[in-house]
């Protein structure tokens, strides 16, 4: 390749009108076949907006992966401070991930350091959080505290959150919370003094054909200068109806103009669409490895690079510390002990990332091991991935 080649290539006219707004953190404008959810929504946290007291309330958004959980909250969140505005109610929307924010106290000392200006040192989590509602009260404020993955946060954690009222005080509690969770994921930490916390419970079921064909459609007009036409469309939604997962569509779409664009064509053919779906790997949390640190990063490429090389289902915490091990020293990273990288692998279960097992060795007497290996994704297509993400980090 020459420079003439890369200004050609980077030059020519792109399929995408707009790239982004395929991305899975973007939130479109329209909400599209969740209008009854944004009612519940709106009619659970209104009095928010209409009362003078300001009532503290909590709610829980379940459902599937891929059903639109997480645009849903930060929709109604956008819309609900937009609206209080138009009202002149002073409502600040904060929004956490515990896949970035594994604990109620980075959470709260996060939000200590936006609204006070202080690194929360020193300070216990009731008292951070005792300074951030003194804070609200004084500036006639009130907060909608959204948490996503909220099943990361031990249960005791959660229901801290859901507590803040009552241990506060209820007129002194100038916050409500959203929190966001898969369902199954939900069912272990429910309890009966977790549900009486909460206001309103509210289950997302996946989309259907027609709904899929809605959401395509709109998502592709806003990221392209000729969408593809509607045999395509459902072409894709077949397949999120299969998956039940819309993620899964999106992802398509974006692939698709990534693999016209690079073949310098200007609409999409059913190949293309092939070629993306089998690239897309619909229930693997791709979302999540964006956001795990270098050392989480490393364990599991360890566990990926072992598989490979065992040929095996399942690869054993060993094998597995080896070849992390062997990672680290390839990219200059300094390695953690064992004891770190067992904590590594609980951390990448407890995201679905992995699997692991405790099983019996039967000719060791009382022993056992730690069997790992991955979920919906082949090692060599998650080998490349990350490789691809250390080539970027690392390179010097």
Aim: hydrophobic share 40%; proline share 2%; glycine share 4%.
């Amino acid at each position: 390749m020459d420079e003439d080649f890369f200004r050609a290539e980077i030059n020519r006219k792109s399929i995408f009108r707009q790239a982004s707004t395929l991305d899975l953190s973007y939130v479109p404008p329209k909400l599209y076949c969740r209008n009854e959810v944004i009612k519940s929504l709106i009619h659970a946290f209104r009095r928010i907006l209409e009362e003078k007291d300001q009532p503290s309330i909590n709610c829980l958004i379940v459902g599937k992966g891929g059903v639109g959980k997480t645009a849903t909250a930060k929709f109604f969140g956008n819309m609900f401070k937009k609206t209080a505005i138009e009202k002149d109610v002073s409502i600040f929307v904060e929004i956490y991930n515990c896949i970035n924010f594994r604990t109620k106290s980075k959470i709260i000392r996060d939000l200590l350091a936006k609204y006070t200006h202080s690194s929360g040192r020193g300070f216990s989590d009731d008292e951070a959080l005792k300074l951030i509602l003194t804070k609200l009260i004084r500036e006639k404020g009130y907060m909608l505290l959204i948490i996503d993955e909220v099943h990361l946060l031990k249960s005791d954690e959660i229901l801290a959150f859901l507590d803040i009222a009552e241990t506060f005080g209820h007129q002194n509690a100038k916050l409500s919370i959203l929190l966001i969770s898969r369902e199954n994921d939900w069912m272990k930490i429910e309890t009966e003094r977790v549900l009486s916390r909460l206001n309103e419970k509210f289950k997302l079921k996946p989309y259907n054909f027609d709904e899929s064909m809605q959401i395509l459609q709109y998502r592709s007009e806003l990221a392209f200068n000729d969408p593809p036409n509607d045999d395509i469309l459902g072409f894709i939604s077949q397949i999120v109806v299969e998956h039940e997962n819309m993620r899964h569509g999106i992802e398509i779409l974006r692939k698709s103009g990534l693999y016209a664009d690079k073949k310098g064509l200007d609409e999409f053919t059913s190949e293309i669409i092939r070629d993306a779906a089998n690239d897309v790997y619909p229930t693997f949390r791709g979302d999540i490895i964006d956001q795990l640190n270098d050392q989480e990063l490393l364990a599991l490429y360890g566990i990926v690079k072992s598989l490979i090389q065992n040929d095996e289902p399942y690869t054993l915490v060993d094998d597995a510390f080896e070849e992390y091990e062997a990672a680290c020293e390839n990219y200059s990273v300094e390695s953690h002990v064992k004891m770190s990288f067992r904590k590594y692998v609980r951390q990448l279960n407890d995201l679905k990332i992995i699997a692991s097992r405790t099983v019996r060795i039967e000719d060791v007497q009382r022993g056992r091991h730690l069997e790992i290996t991955l979920l919906d994704i082949p090692a060599s297509k998650l080998a490349e991935l990350l490789e691809d993400m250390f080539e970027k980090k690392f390179s010097k």
